[in-house]
C-alpha cells in the first residue's frame, strides 16, 4: 500500500458542532426548526453544501440532510433557490 504524499488532495474534517455532541446534549444534533442555521449549509440553489466544504463529519453531515429534508417537507425552507 503506498503512502499518501504531503501534498495529497485527501481531508479530514472534524466535528462542527462540538457544543451539541456531549453527553449533556438531548436530541438531535441539528433540528429541522432551525432555519437559519441551515441556511448556512445551503448553496443559493438551495442544495446542500459537501462536507469539505461545509466542514462537518459524517454524521453530522447525515444530520443535517435528514433536518434539510424535514424542513422542506414542513415549507420552512424551499425546495429550489431562486
Known amino acids: ?13 472534524s466535528s462542527r458542532f462540538t457544543e451539541r455532541a ?4 438531548v436530541g438531535d444534533v441539528v433540528d429541522y426548526k432551525e432555519v437559519e442555521l ?10 446542500l ?11 453530522e453531515q447525515a444530520a443535517l440532510k435528514r ?3 424535514r424542513a422542506r417537507l414542513m ?5 429550489a433557490g431562486q
Open 1 to 13: 500500500m503506498a503512502r499518501r504524499e504531503e501534498n495529497d488532495k485527501s481531508f479530514h474534517t
Open 22 to 25: 456531549g453527553k449533556d446534549w
Open 38 to 47: 441551515l441556511r448556512k449549509f445551503m448553496s443559493p440553489t438551495s442544495k
Open 49 to 59: 453544501m459537501s462536507r469539505r466544504r461545509a466542514g462537518t463529519n459524517a454524521q
Open 67 to 69: 433536518a434539510v429534508k
Open 75 to 79: 415549507a420552512l425552507i424551499p425546495y
